[in-house]
């Protein structure tokens, strides 16, 4: 499988939220269109509502892990262990990448934003954020956990990709 990573980079720094970007994404290797995906992720981005909390791209990681291997039983405790060992698995390697997977932490805020209102998508505002980068991340670690095979991983590994 070609890595989708750039894409995923693309489509935020086109103007869709964090959390969008990286679910829509990859949201079509699981069945789902992507008008749906982008519908689905949009309330997750800016940390949940803009309220910078668990980041969006975070959040886009547990919802694809959740289409992969969820659990539709409820009385099947394993499979509940299995998807929540998963998405801490994933969230652990991005805090590990990045320092943190709440999002006002990766942006340096000390409280939850006041507003509701998004800022506007300028050049300034990409080169102000570490959010391109951190879409990019969490693509990496959906790809290494949820859809290369081993040895897909090892030529991404050795070719730099």
Same mark, same amino acid.
């Given at each position: 499988?070609?890595? /989708?990573?750039?894409?995923?980079?693309?489509?935020?720094?086109?103007?869709?939220?964090?959390?969008?970007?990286?679910?829509?994404?990859?949201?079509?290797?699981?069945?789902?269109?992507?008008?749906?995906?982008?519908?689905?992720?949009?309330?997750?981005?800016?940390?949940?509502? +803009?309220? /910078?909390?668990?980041?969006?791209?975070?959040?886009?990681?547990?919802?694809?892990?959740?289409?992969?291997?969820?659990?539709?039983?409820?009385?099947?405790?394993?499979?509940?262990?299995?998807?929540?060992?998963?998405? /801490?698995?994933?969230?652990?390697?991005?805090?590990?990448?990045?320092?943190?997977?709440?999002?006002?932490?990766?942006?340096?805020?000390?409280?939850?934003?006041?507003?509701?209102?998004?800022?506007?998508?300028?050049?300034?505002?990409?080169?102000? /954020?570490?959010?391109?980068?951190?879409?990019?991340?969490?693509? +990496?670690?959906?790809?290494?956990?949820?859809?290369?095979?081993?040895?897909?991983?090892?030529?991404?590994?050795?070719?730099?990709?």
């Amino acid at each position: 499988m070609e890595s /989708r990573v750039e894409k995923a980079v693309k489509t935020f720094e086109s103007g869709f939220g964090c959390a969008q970007s990286v679910f829509s994404t990859y949201a079509d290797l699981f069945g789902m269109d992507r008008e749906t995906a982008l519908k689905l992720a949009s309330p997750m981005g800016g940390g949940m509502g +803009r309220m /910078r909390e668990v980041c969006g791209a975070v959040s886009a990681m547990a919802l694809l892990a959740g289409l992969k291997e969820g659990n539709t039983d409820p009385s099947n405790e394993e499979g509940k262990e299995r998807i929540y060992l998963l998405v /801490r698995q994933m969230s652990d390697k991005f805090r590990e990448v990045n320092g943190s997977i709440i999002c006002r932490e990766l942006l340096g805020l000390l409280e939850r934003e006041k507003s509701a209102k998004p800022e506007k998508r300028t050049e300034e505002y990409y080169a102000s /954020r570490p959010c391109s980068r951190l879409v990019a991340s969490a693509a +990496r670690i959906i790809e290494e956990n949820l859809l290369f095979t081993d040895e897909e991983k090892c030529h991404t590994i050795t070719s730099g990709e």
